[in-house]
T-cell receptor, first 111, second 112 residues
Framework: GQQVMQIPQYQHVQEGEDFTTYCNSS?????IQWYKQRPGGHPVFLIQ?????EVKKQKRLTFQFGEAKKNSSLHITATQTTDVGTYFC???????????FGRGTSLIVHP | EADIYQTPRYLVIGTGKKITLECSQT?????MYWYQQDPGMELHLIHY???????EKGDLSSESTVSRIRTEHFPLTLESARPSHTSQYLC???????????FGPGTRLTVL
């Protein structure tokens, strides 16, 4: 079955440093979604990428979808303590397939 | 924020009890999902549904069962709770032709 690998599992940064998490799929994806889960909370949808090579930005967050539509990344510039949480990617093959979630990357920001 | 609700939010129960976790959404979404998640860990899909009278088991083997009699309602039942069932249970829904999932606040279950 489809697998979505996400690295790193944890990342400690000093406030102001950059952060990146990566997702790699074993199969070509129709689209990929990114979610953020605050400690004690539930996953909240951030963005969906659909096109090959697509890049989208949300303030300090930059999302990329690879040319082959098998990998994606989320980059946060100048992290803040409000960025703390676990970031999940979810890859979809479209149609009737259920999206597959990566294991998540937990971001810890030290003030 | 999406309109998806879960009750109870917290539940502490003894071994052997039967419990039902409720999930409702008011968006008319056809697809609904149940995930099990331990604190700080990955999401495990345990059940999903494409619509009324459709239910499927997910990737993680689970002793729970689900039903989908109405579009807006997707309850999960544990016939006999055990300590190994202690976890957070998250319900989600998505549009018929979409993959974006909207999650409820979750139920934190503790089985003593």
């Amino acid at each position: 079955g489809q697998q979505v690998m996400q690295i790193p599992q944890y990342q400690h940064v000093q406030e102001g440093e950059d952060f990146t998490t990566y997702c790699n799929s074993s199969t070509t994806l129709s689209n990929i979604q990114w979610y953020k889960q605050r400690p004690g909370g539930h996953p909240v949808f951030l963005i969906q990428l659909v096109k090959s090579g697509e890049v989208k930005k949300q303030k300090r967050l930059t999302f990329q979808f690879g040319e082959a539509k098998k990998n994606s990344s989320l980059h946060i510039t100048a992290t803040q303590t409000t960025d703390v949480g676990t970031y999940f990617c979810a890859g979809s093959r479209g149609g009737s397939y259920i999206p597959t979630f990566g294991r998540g990357t937990s971001l810890i920001v030290h003030p | 924020e999406a309109d998806i609700y879960q009750t109870p939010r917290y539940l502490v129960i003894g071994t052997g009890k039967k419990i039902t976790l409720e999930c409702s959404q008011t968006m008319g979404h056809d697809k609904m999902y149940w995930y099990q998640q331990d604190p700080g860990m990955e999401l495990h899909l345990i059940h999903y549904s494409y619509g009324v009278n459709s239910t499927e088991k997910g990737d993680l083997s689970s002793e729970s069962t689900v039903s989908r009699i109405r579009t807006e309602h997707f309850p999960l039942t544990l016939e006999s709770a055990r300590p190994s069932h202690t976890s957070q249970y998250l319900c989600a829904s998505s549009e018929p032709n979409g993959d974006t999932q909207y999650f409820g606040p979750g139920t934190r279950l503790t089985v003593l």
